[in-house]
Nanobody
Framework: QVQLVESGGGLVQAGGSLRLSCAVF????????MGWYRQAPGEQRELVAS???????NYADFVKGRFTISRDVAKNTVYLQMNSLKPEDTAVYYC???????WGQGTQVTVSS
């Protein structure tokens, strides 16, 4: 069974930074396409960033240059470094493996202006 446990969210002022973590159980992040998603109130869940098995990364235009996805294979954990945060980044953030339907509980990120 796949389990994803997100952490690292919180309240931060605009311009600040947060680092999200996603501990993954049941699969190996090195062999999966992993992604970070977010869902703001009243909005659909959207893809923020992804990383392929080869380590290539892709970002939504609205986070390019500000967010960085990475992984630690030894810890089987995926990270999302978020810099220059904006109020519009406020959302619940989730990680997910592309080939699986499991979602974690998410972690709340709130950016104040």
């Amino acid at each position: 069974q796949v389990q994803l446990v997100e952490s690292g969210g919180g309240l931060v002022q605009a311009g600040g930074s947060l680092r999200l973590s996603c501990a993954v159980f049941g699969i190996t992040v090195k062999w999966e396409v992993m992604g970070w998603y977010r869902q703001a109130p009243g909005e659909q869940r959207e893809l923020v960033a992804s990383m392929t098995t080869g380590g290539s990364t892709n970002y939504a235009d609205f986070v390019k240059g500000r967010f960085t996805i990475s992984r630690d294979v030894a810890k089987n954990t995926v990270y999302l470094q978020m810099n220059s945060l904006k109020p519009e980044d406020t959302a619940v953030y989730y990680c997910k493996a592309q080939d699986y339907t499991y979602w974690g509980q998410g972690t709340q990120v709130t950016v104040s202006s």
